[in-house]
């Protein structure tokens, strides 16, 4: 039986993915794994994910925007 998913909260979402991403909906965190080294996790409020990882925040940021977009736009041409 498939598990009903429910839409969270943008204020919840901030709380754990503190930035609020260019593609509407979605919330995106940055770790520090290494020295000089990071990974982004992104979400949206129904529960899409996503995580780079890599040596540059901005290009790490842009990428997962450029996901988080193409998943959006999937699911809009369903």
Known sequence: MAQEV???PDEEL???YP??????????RLEETSAGAWS???TDP???TISLSGTDQDD???RA?????RIKDD???T
Do not use: C, H, P
Not at 19 to 28: A, M
Not at 65 to 69: F, S
């Open 19 to 28: 930035i609020r991403g260019k593609t509407t909906g979605w919330f995106f």
């Open 65 to 69: 925007e450029a996901d988080a977009q």
């Open 75 to 77: 699911v809009n041409a």
């Open 6 to 8: 429910s839409r969270k």
């Open 14 to 16: 901030l709380k754990t």
């Open 40 to 42: 982004i996790y992104g």
């Open 46 to 48: 129904w529960g899409r």
């Open 60 to 62: 790490l940021l842009m």
